[in-house]
């Protein structure tokens, strides 16, 4: 049965096909790391997100430099009692099958996202102040929160909407095999090829301004040198995520432009601090320890101050990144300018090893991607470099990001590399997946690996946002990222700067946020 409506749902995209359409380009983008998958509510993955915003919309959505406006919703407004908020459809949305979007599809959304099978890491987390969804209008939806809700519509961006039959019925496989990728975006899906291709074609059924563009193929190329080759080839007119090393050369190629913007997105470590066998630590032989020395806030410090950012930042990023000492950047959002980097002492670390009774070292496996972050290997192997100059020993599993996620989820290692982007000016997108006690049925702890737990952390953020008092909020998020760096369960690492560049005669928007969207790509006049 769900097969037979999927089906139908996509031959009623038919006739809309056969309108008129304004004769447009065809365009091919470079991706540095491949999508997850083509459900939209599988995984809170940025890779994933920027392809499937071609096809899906979420209620709002946020602009280059992460202010929110509107998308499915043309306005919004929060309930006098505080409530909730009331979303307002706009009435000429179509999905691509040429029905109308309604509030019972949004409904139907949100109650998908806790049950999609094998998610690593739950859309939970952005509606998690949500306590039931109302139709109170024929386009107008009420979301009901568990209390005041300040932040919601800053929250819900990455919650994109589709047809409530398909939300009800369709698998990621479904969405995989294009059955079910019925969106109401700019563009529908042709062709999705795991790990290689994506294919998109204007959506016939949008409501706005047709795109430039009448084809775009995504094309995953991994390898930073092949990526830039294919931009100054030709074979593709915008590649993201440009090495810093090869900025410069590029420059001064008249066939290309560089287009940048600072970046929300951090690059941290994750320490295993809860269990008494964390995965990959060991003694200096490989043998195992009667204890986990990553429990001892004295070691995690150590190991914090052993790394030199600012070493990082200006050889290895070469100067496009800033050193970071919280979750996210200073000038961006309500970060705490007090809040700094730690300073590069290995003199200090070795003490504190010594104090905490870890004086003749052990060792480490220190896990991470090779091909997700800029210069993501190189990076971890001058971390291993650093702690290899106080004592402690360690073994760099650099893979590729399609083994490293699932592994990570699967709590498959004590010490790990990766990143965490929140483009939301208030915090709450960082604190509610890492900072918090995990809790399945709050959508807290989504992608808390390693169960970090700090009741005063939780009291902080549950005060935050229920606030309505916006100074009252910036105290409350900075207090609670101070105390939880003080714990040093994550070490901050750095922010990346975002480089995009296309062959000229294309222009870029260059995002915070560090998504690569066709609708960011223009024709130069």
């Known amino acids: ?61 946020r602009d280059e430099t992460s202010r929110t406006i509107p998308a499915l919703a043309e306005r919004w407004e929060i309930l006098l009692d505080g409530s909730g908020w009331d979303f307002h459809l706009n009435p000429a949305a179509r999905f691509s099958d040429g029905t109308p979007v309604t509030p019972a599809d949004v409904a139907a959304t949100i109650a998908r996202l806790p049950d999609v099978p094998n998610s690593p890491g739950r859309l939970t987390i952005y509606t998690n102040q949500i306590r039931a969804v109302e139709v109170a209008g024929p386009h107008t939806v009420r979301l009901l929160t568990r209390g005041p809700s300040p932040l919601l ?53 949008w409501r706005g301004e047709p795109s430039p563009f009448s084809r775009v193929t995504f094309r995953v190329i991994a390898n930073d040198s092949a990526r830039v080759a294919a931009l100054r080839a030709g074979d593709v007119q915008l590649i993201e995520i440009v090495p810093p090393r090869d900025v410069a050369q590029l420059e001064r190629d008249s066939n290309v ?29 490989g043998r195992p320890l009667d204890r986990n020395p990553l429990k001892d806030q004295r070691v995690r410090r150590a190991l914090s101050i052993a790394i030199d ?38 003199a200090r670390a070795r003490a504190l090893l010594a104090e905490a009774g870890w004086s003749g070292g052990f060792r480490i496996s220190l896990a991470g991607p090779n ?59 960082i604190f509610a997946p890492l900072l918090l006690t995990p809790n399945r049925d709050r959508g807290w702890g989504t992608v808390n690996r390693h169960l970090y737990s700090n009741p005063r952390v939780d009291a902080l953020y549950e005060r935050a946002v229920a606030s309505m008092d916006g100074e009252e909020r910036v105290g409350l998020w900075r207090e609670g990222m101070r105390v939880a760096m003080a714990d040093a369960a994550y070490l901050p690492i750095h922010h990346q700067m975002n480089i995009w560049a296309t062959r000229r005669g294309l222009t870029y928007a260059p995002r915070s946020d560090e998504y690569t969207l066709v609708t960011s790509l223009g024709v130069a006049p």
């Open 309 to 346: 950012r600012e070493a990082i930042a200006r050889n290895i990023m070469e100067g496009q990144a800033a050193p970071a000492g919280q979750m996210q950047a200073i000038g961006l959002g309500v970060a705490d300018p007090e809040l700094r980097p730690d300073s590069y002492d290995p």
């Open 371 to 429: 091909d997700r972050y800029v210069n993501d290997e190189r990076v971890l192997q001058a971390i291993a470099q650093f702690w290899e100059r106080i004592g402690v020993r360690v073994r760099v599993d650099a893979i590729p990001s399609n083994v490293f996620f699932p592994r990570s989820a699967q709590r498959s290692y004590g010490v790990s590399m990766t990143g965490w982007q929140s483009s939301s000016y208030e915090p709450s997108n």
């Open 1 to 61: 049965m769900r097969y037979r409506l999927l089906a139908a749902a996509l031959a009623a995209a038919l006739p809309f096909a056969a309108s008129a359409q304004p004769a447009g380009r065809e365009v091919t983008v470079a991706l540095g790391a491949p999508p997850a998958s083509f459900d939209p509510h599988f995984f809170t993955h940025s890779p994933s997100f920027m392809v499937q915003l071609h096809v899906f919309e979420p209620l709002v959505w």
């Open 153 to 205: 519509p800053q929250d819900i961006p990455p919650v994109m909407i589709i047809p409530e039959r398909i939300a009800r019925e369709a698998t990621t496989q479904d969405f995989n095999a294009g059955r079910a990728a019925v969106g109401s975006g700019r563009f529908r899906l042709v062709q999705y090829t795991q790990g290689e291709r994506i294919v998109l074609e204007r959506n016939p059924a």
């Open 257 to 285: 432009a560089i287009w940048r913007a600072p970046g929300t997105r951090l690059i941290y470590l994750a320490l295993d601090l809860t269990r008494d066998v964390a995965p990959g630590v060991t003694d200096l032989e």
